[in-house]
């Protein structure tokens, strides 16, 4: 039954964040990618402030994937860098924590354009 409740939490977390970007993007002059780093960005502000972490224990998948769940594991990268390497550790650190998303994220991005031709419109 456990499992049952974390999913749910997590799919109305997860709801409710990728809602707000629905509303803005629908309803605001705001350009999809400026709301996308704002995302990212919110989630780096809510994780050094120690707010996105309790968030991130309750909900799990639901804060972890979306953009703010990439601004989340930044700020822990970076957090984590710091420690081990001082100063130098905000660039490594950050990088390192994030370098398996952004890999994928190209590699997938690749194959999709081979198979689908994508064009302008």
């Known amino acids: ?7 749910l939490w997590a799919f109305l977390v997860g709801g409710a964040l990728c809602t707000v970007g629905q509303v803005l993007i629908d309803y605001t002059k705001l350009t999809p990618a400026r709301i996308l780093v ?6 780096v502000v809510l994780t050094a402030i120690g707010v ?3 968030l991130v224990k309750f909900a ?9 769940g990439f601004g989340y594991s930044l700020a822990m990268g970076i957090k ?3 420690k081990q390497y001082g100063i130098m550790g905000i660039l490594s650190g950050g990088l390192t ?18 198979i689908f031709k994508p064009g302008d419109k």
């Open 38 to 43: 704002s995302y990212v960005v919110i989630g």
């Open 80 to 82: 984590e860098g710091i």
């Open 1 to 7: 039954m456990t499992v049952c409740i974390n999913c």
């Open 97 to 114: 924590a994030t370098s398996a998303g952004i890999a994928a994220a190209i590699f997938f991005g690749l194959i999709m354009a081979l």
């Open 60 to 68: 799990g998948a639901g804060a972890t994937v979306p953009l703010t």
């Open 52 to 54: 996105y972490d309790p």
